[in-house]
């Protein structure tokens, strides 16, 4: 995987014409590594930081989105029962002063883990990967209104939040997990550059 990575970033000609970089990884995982076709893995922090400002200056100022889906543990998340009359919120929002010319090492970069640390990531016999189907399904209905992170964040993440399965017995459930890394901008996805069509 790391070959493949370092031949992405020696495209640096051809990255400087593009408004964003996208990674999907559907792989197996532990913790905060993804396995490779060759069986070994690789830690998450390695591969986003191939993409950094540092080692990817073609890229400073555009978004950098990385959809892992993978196994980050073993644990199954069973869900609970949520008491009657409970709502939950989610208060966010802060300002950060940028200066144009100076860029931290870290920044615009957005990953989108298909479950949260510890836990593993669900996926059907029939459709796959359950945040891969519904991101896929998410970015076909949505692309064209919503910009990525909320499309991730609410959309996908509400799916995920009412999908339902049984293991072993069991009633399962999948979570998603977020991370930003610096100051990220609200960018909307053109569906084109997803399915090819111009």
């Given amino acids: 995987m790391k070959n493949l990575l370092q031949t992405v970033i020696a495209m640096s000609e051809q990255l400087v014409e593009h408004d964003a970089l996208a990674v999907v990884i559907l792989s197996h995982g532990i913790k905060d590594e993804i396995y490779g076709t060759d069986g070994k893995t690789i830690a998450v922090d390695t591969i986003l930081e ?40 989610s208060p966010f929002g802060a300002s950060l002063g940028v200066r144009p010319n100076h ?40 692309a064209h209104r919503e910009h990525l992170h909320d499309l991730i964040t609410i959309k996908v993440a509400e799916r995920l939040h009412e999908r339902i399965s049984q293991m072993n017995g069991n009633s ?22 997803f399915i090819g069509v111009k």
């Fill in 50 to 89: 191939f993409f950094n400002n540092q080692n990817c200056p073609a890229l400073i100022n555009k978004p950098k989105m990385f959809f892992l889906s993978a196994c980050r543990g073993s644990q199954i998340d069973t869900g609970i029962m949520m008491p009657l009359g409970l709502k939950a919120s």
């Fill in 103 to 142: 860029v931290p090492t870290w920044s615009d970069i957005f990953v989108y883990y298909s479950t949260i640390e510890g836990y593993a990531s669900l996926r059907n016999t029939n459709t796959g990967s359950w945040f891969g189907y519904e991101l896929a399904n998410s970015l076909a209905e949505f």
């Fill in 172 to 193: 399962v459930k999948q979570a998603i997990e977020t991370q930003t890394k610096g100051f990220v901008k609200k960018n909307r996805v053109h569906l084109e550059y």
